[in-house]
């Protein structure tokens, strides 16, 4: 069994994370399910054994770092972990009374505060039961080392079926989609094309052999990659969600149906993450405006996948983003939605995701530590001022033993100085936007997640609104 070694950009979650005790650079999802028909929840040692047995097909998972840190002339490396069994990574939980909405998006807020082991594989999940209606929750989270947003769906399927009862010795989820892919299931294999400069790392090792020769490439790469960065982006606005964060989080969701946002997209045009990332402009200025802050635009980091079809379930990150400017004080919703879809459209119909993968690939000619310096800096808050992704799910119905999914939750990481994250998932005719915060430097932020609500009734009244008669 080989070593896989990390790629630049996946050590840079590494690194992140290092250079900020208060920084916590996992992914994670709540996956909610009804109770099977039969209405026993499934046991812990239920759980343990099917992901015992699935994550023969998802080596990676069962690997750790053959170092907790990046090093100055080296990465990281996923190395077996035999000593340990997987199903140690899988814990119960019990939800306050009355197992609500409050309570659960508390449980998360504080499952979701705590760091990984890097001494062992970087994942965990816990069995949440005790919610409302006898419903319970898989928890996860991943460090972003090991996957992005949307890899993060394709592993999520390795514990979910297409059917409640799938037959005996039937395909996963995931299995039947690699075969749809015509890719061998072996996700392990599929994982080696996923790194975004390959083999040039060993060669900027060697290049920088000599040690007297490193500080010189530390300063020159630093000058070069401040240099890109500078030419492609204007600074983005400082705003009270860019200072200092601390180690605790707090969590909400707002969940809308698919039809909803699909007919302010085919009413009003652009995309479905147009619509997204409008709801997110109208909730932030609810936000600012109830902390009397004058803020003009914010920039919204939004990560766009560079995966082929042949990679879908390729681990690993495989991105590179797009920098969106939000028109927050447009006080008029139409015109805002409008603004931003125009600015989102320029963006994609241009090279602007190219030219941030291009900084992170001419990265890689150099050794790793300056690959890593070149990376941490596409998550400056100079950059951006607060992240926003959307990954599709599954349009229908999944199931876990047996029982239906009925929610997805996700999460995506906040960086230094950036206080509020969002993550934007659609399954099976909901769209869920997880807003994961600091706690103490977001304390409003349910103003945030109201401001999204009213948003997105005011993009649908837009739609629905009969034309104005000339």
């Known amino acids: 069994m080989h070593a896989e070694q990390l790629s630049p950009l996946d050590a840079a979650f590494l690194e992140l994370e290092e250079a900020d005790e208060a920084a916590h650079m996992h992914i994670g999802w709540a996956l909610v399910f009804d109770p099977p ?248 200025r609810r936000l600012f405006e109830a902390r009397e802050e004058d803020v003009e635009h914010v920039r919204a980091m939004v990560p766009v996948s560079l995966r082929a079809a042949s990679e879908s379930l390729a681990l690993g990150n495989k991105v590179s983003s797009l920098f969106v400017d939000l028109a927050v004080a447009e006080p008029d919703p139409l015109l805002r939605y409008r603004k931003i879809a125009a600015a989102s459209r320029e963006l994609k119909g241009g090279n602007a995701a190219a030219g941030t993968d291009a900084v992170i690939k001419l990265a890689g000619m150099a050794p790793p530590a300056i690959q890593s310096i070149v990376a941490r800096l596409m998550f400056t808050p100079r950059l951006f001022n607060l992240t926003i992704t959307n990954v599709p799910a599954s349009p229908i119905t999944l199931y876990a033993l047996g029982a239906p999914l009925r929610r997805v939750v996700p999460l995506v990481p906040i960086f230094t100085g950036h206080a509020v994250g969002v993550a934007v998932v659609s399954y099976d005719g909901t769209v869920t936007f997880g807003l994961n915060a600091d706690r103490d430097a977001v304390p409003d932020l349910d103003a945030f997640r109201a401001g999204i609500e009213e948003s997105l009734a005011e993009l649908r009244r837009a739609a629905t609104a009969p034309p104005a008669i000339a």
């Open 37 to 284: 028909p039969e209405g026993e929840r499934p046991s812990l040692e239920q759980l343990r054994g099917q992901v015992r047995e699935r994550l023969e097909a998802l080596p990676r998972f069962r690997r750790r770092l053959s170092s907790p840190r990046v090093g100055r002339l080296s990465l990281p490396a996923w190395e077996p972990a035999l000593d340990l069994d997987p199903g140690e990574l899988i814990r119960r939980a019990t939800l306050p009374e009355p197992g609500g909405e409050a309570e659960l998006m508390d449980w998360l807020g504080d499952f979701f505060s705590h760091r990984l082991d890097r001494t062992r594989p970087l994942w965990e999940t816990t069995l949440l039961e005790g919610l409302e209606g006898g419903r319970w929750a898989l928890v996860t989270k991943v460090h972003h080392c090991l996957i992005d947003g949307m890899s993060g769906v394709e592993v999520a399927s390795i514990l979910l079926d297409a059917e409640a009862e799938p037959a005996p010795g039937e395909a996963t989820l995931a299995e039947a989609i690699a075969k749809l892919e015509g890719e061998d299931h072996d996700l392990g294999r599929v994982a080696r094309l996923r790194g975004v400069v390959g083999g040039a790392v060993r060669g900027g090792v060697d290049a920088a052999r000599h040690p007297r020769n490193l500080t010189s490439l530390l300063s020159q790469s630093w000058a070069m990659a401040e240099t890109l960065v500078r030419d492609e982006l204007q600074a983005a606005p400082h705003t009270s969600l860019n200072e200092s964060i601390g180690a605790t989080r707090r969590f909400a969701a707002v969940d809308v149906p698919l039809e909803d946002v699909k007919r302010v997209k085919r009413e009003l045009g652009g995309t479905v993450n147009d619509v997204a990332l409008a709801a997110c402009a109208g909730g932030l």
